[in-house]
């Protein structure tokens, strides 16, 4: 019996990148072409749409202000409605996710066209990471970590 090798050529679909800020987390996947049928779970994809946990993400981000900060890498790259965006984001709270997904969208439009799109994120400071995190809980504090223990007033 003769081992049959199968050699497919996998064509990629999608650019991958993870954004992260504090605790949240931010997967993103970069369609530049979008097929015909296309769905996330049920959900149907078109040209130019960005889908958060199966959420468009004006209705996952609501508000005029977070529209603007998910979509400033997209403008400052000339890339609106080139692409289609699936994110998938967990952790944290509403402002780390959101920082997650814009740091996400710039590391994959990074990768995407490198040339192209590198040197103007960067110099904007998108495909810097946000390094501030949660201070640890410090022994001998009365619970959280800068707080000191109540002194008896007797």
Same mark, same amino acid.
Request: charge should be positive; charged fraction near 35%; avoid cysteine.
């Given at each position: 019996?003769?081992?049959?090798?199968?050699?497919?050529?996998?064509?990629?679909?999608?650019?991958?990148?993870?954004?992260?800020?504090?605790?949240?987390?931010?997967?993103?996947?970069?369609?530049?072409?979008?097929?015909?049928?296309?769905?996330?779970?049920?959900?149907?994809?078109?040209?130019?749409?960005?889908?958060? !946990?199966?959420?468009? %993400?004006?209705?996952?981000? /609501?508000?005029?202000?977070?529209?603007? &900060?998910?979509? *400033?890498?997209?403008? $400052?790259?000339?890339?609106?409605?080139?692409?289609?965006?699936?994110?998938?984001?967990?952790?944290?709270?509403?402002?780390?996710?959101?920082?997650?997904?814009?740091?996400?969208?710039?590391?994959?439009?990074?990768?995407?066209?490198?040339? !192209?799109?590198?040197? %103007?994120?960067?110099?904007? /400071?998108?495909?810097?990471?946000?390094? &501030?995190?949660? *201070?640890?809980?410090? $022994?001998?504090?009365?619970?959280?970590?800068?707080?000191?223990?109540?002194?008896?007033?007797?």
């Amino acid at each position: 019996m003769a081992a049959v090798k199968k050699t497919t050529e996998a064509k990629k679909e999608y650019t991958f990148a993870v954004g992260r800020r504090r605790e949240a987390v931010a997967r993103v996947r970069l369609y530049e072409f979008v097929k015909d049928g296309l769905t996330w779970e049920d959900l149907p994809i078109k040209k130019g749409d960005i889908l958060v !946990n199966k959420k468009a %993400i004006s209705e996952y981000f /609501g508000g005029e202000v977070n529209r603007f &900060r998910y979509t *400033e890498p997209l403008r $400052v790259a000339n890339a609106q409605n080139k692409y289609t965006i699936t994110i998938s984001v967990a952790g944290g709270g509403p402002s780390g996710q959101l920082d997650a997904v814009v740091a996400g969208i710039s590391n994959a439009l990074a990768k995407a066209d490198a040339e !192209n799109f590198r040197p %103007i994120l960067k110099e904007k /400071g998108f495909l810097t990471r946000d390094a &501030r995190i949660r *201070e640890r809980r410090m $022994v001998g504090t009365g619970g959280k970590s800068r707080r000191k223990k109540q002194s008896p007033k007797r």
